[in-house]
Structure formats: structure tokens, C-alpha cells
């Protein structure tokens, strides 16, 4: 019997995991659920789903096996709880959540249900990433690191719904919506840190509440640094990762990765050296990437929906999912405590912090 999968939300990224799951062996696209009535006619007429819902209640009393969750920021943590107590497996869209406190909620749910919960993000698939995360043992001790990521978006991107470049919508901005991806992919490569600093603000969407800038300072346990840059008003830039360890320094940009090995470990050569200038030698080479893994959203969908036809791990768990946001929330409330924030983060600080930024309380200009 193939898994009965159902989508809801089908106006924007929706219709991705309806192209990834179409044909895919083992899945049937079983139903569809907006409120909608059109969008939704229009969407189940494209790839042929027999049942369709504007009722999310009733769409979860159907047979639906698995749910997509592919809604708005500020419904996903609702929609995957409801979805997880009736038995349903989980795949849901980034951010899991709004907030840290709805997703502890989420994985509460998920491990009394005892379904398969998975968040998308495939940028753990990434095969650049995938090859510095192979190179990480190389690297020996973390030193420090720069993460710059830019995503440039226009006023009418955020004019594409009312919940967007909202508080209560979006939950944030640059960092919750397209960044979120990066940050993800830096605690699957160095998991979390201990602390945050971080400064935010809106430096050219008038029209939106959230941030379009932010910078910040990643702390871990060892005393190693990363710098973090984000924005979606910086245009024509690479992303580019550096991780320095007491070994070698690895270095992601454009697509390519390059490891530099040092010839003496960095703390024995500043130790050591007798000489006032000198630092050790560095040996460069280009990094081969392996291009043959599945690696694009698609694809993690797909993973996604093996994982429960096998019984194996899904790709990127809820609570690996969980992290990404933890950073977020972290750079918000450090932000606007004007100081370091410790994670975890602490869930009543953020709740009261955020319900204030939804009634606009507080503000960033």
C-alpha cells in the first residue's frame, strides 16, 4: 500500500513537495488542504489529488497518512502539533516554529506520537557543505570563523502576503525566513555555541517590521569566535564560510571549498616560535566535491518519505531543525537586551520579547 501523502498549504512551496512526491514510488498523493477554495481546485486538478480540504480538521480526520506542512511561519508549530496527535508524520517547511518555547511544544508532541518528524532543509545536502562537513575532523580544534550570507529581497517580495516582514506573521526577517538556511548549516557543521551577541535592524524595507541586516558574534565553549554577517539589502555577493581550527582552516565560497593545513598546530607555533613575526607555513588545495548525492529540496522530501517506507532516520530531525531557530531567537533578544544571550535560549525572555514586538511595544527604528 503506498503512503497516503497530504499537503497543506498549497499556494507557494506546497506545489514543490507535490512536483518531488508525484512519482516517486511508494507515495500517492492522497489529499490537499487551503482556505483557498480556487487555489486549492486549481492545485489538485495539476497533480491529480483525488481528496481536497478548506477545513484543516477534516483534512486530518481523512486517511492521510503523512502531512506536509508548507503554511505560513505562524501556523506551523499549530498545524504540526494537531497534525502529530493525530498520528500523522511530520514533514514540515522552515522555520519549524516562531519561536524556541512552540517548538519544544513540537517535539513534546512528536515524541509522544511516535511518527516520523522532519523539518526541510536541504542545505545539509548541499555537496559543498557536505564536503567541508567531511573535512571538520581535519581541522582540530575550533579557533574562530566568518559566515557572510546575503538574500537579496525587494519590497514586493514582502508584498506577496500580509504575514510577511510581520512580528506576528514571519516571526522576523532575514534571519528566520532566508537565513535560516545558513545557520542551519553551521550548527550541522559545529552544532550550537554557548552564547550570542548580536545586533539587528532594517536598514532599507520601510514597509516591513522586522530586520533586513544583522550581525553577530558566535561564542563556544573553547573560547573560539565566528563572526556573522546577514542581510537582504547587500546584492552581487558570495556566501562564503571560514572555520579555522588549531590544524587547518577550511574555506566554502562561490560553490568551492579549499583547506589550508598548517605545518606546525597554531597554539604549539605560538608557543614555541622564537621568532617575533613569524607564523607557521600553510599548504592550500582545492577540495574535490562530490556531486553524485541527491541534494536539492526535491530531494530531501524524497529522503524524507524513504525514511518512513524503510524505517530509517529522516534527513534533518525536529530537533535538529530546532537549532537553526535557537540562533535566531538568540540574535533577536540579544538585540534588544543589548546583551549576550546564553543557549538555550531563555523561553519566557523571547515569549515576552516577541508578544511586545507583535503588539508594537517595541520596535527596530
Known sequence: MALKWGIVGVAGIGASHAKALK???????????????????????????????????????????????????????????????????????????????????????????????GSVFQHRLDPPVRTVKSLISQLGELVRGLYECHHFRTMTYYRQGKWRGTWWGEGGGVLINQAVHDLDVLVFLLDLPKQVTA????????????????????????????????????????????????????????GNVKIGRYSTPLRQFLKESPEVWASPKVIWEDVPIDTSMPYRHGDSIRLFAKAILEGGEV???????????????????????????????????????????????????
Open 315 to 365: 534527513p534533518v530531525s525536529f530537533a535538529e531543525g530546532a537549532k537553526s531557530l535557537e540562533l535566531v531567537n538568540a540574535m533577536i533578544l540579544s538585540h534588544f537586551s543589548s546583551s549576550p544571550v546564553s543557549i538555550p535560549v531563555d523561553r519566557s525572555a523571547y515569549d515576552a520579547l516577541l508578544a511586545e514586538l507583535k503588539e508594537g511595544k517595541k520596535k527596530l527604528r
Open 23 to 117: 512519482d516517486f514510488e511508494g507515495v500517492e498523493l492522497y489529499a490537499a488542504c487551503d482556505i483557498v477554495p480556487e487555489i486549492l481546485e486549481k492545485f489538485c486538478e495539476q497533480f491529480k489529488i483525488p481528496y481536497r480540504f478548506t477545513n484543516y480538521e477534516d483534512f486530518l480526520k481523512s486517511d492521510v497518512e503523512v502531512v506536509s506542512i508548507c503554511t505560513p511561519h505562524f501556523l506551523h508549530a499549530e498545524q504540526s502539533i494537531a497534525a502529530l496527535e493525530a498520528r500523522k508524520h511530520v514533514l514540515c517547511e522552515k522555520p519549524l516554529a516562531i519561536s524556541v518555547s512552540e517548538v519544544d511544544a513540537m517535539l513534546k508532541a512528536a515524541e509522544k506520537a511516535k511518527v516520523k518528524a
Open 199 to 254: 545586533r539587528v535592524g532594517n536598514w532599507g524595507h520601510e514597509g516591513i517590521e522586522v530586520e533586513d541586516i544583522a550581525t553577530a558574534v558566535f561564542e563556544w565553549e573553547n573560547g573560539a569566535h565566528f563572526a556573522i554577517h546577514i542581510s537582504s539589502v547587500a546584492s552581487g555577493l558570495p556566501t562564503r564560510l571560514e572555520i579555522t581550527g588549531n590544524n587547518a582552516t577550511v574555506v566554502m565560497e562561490g
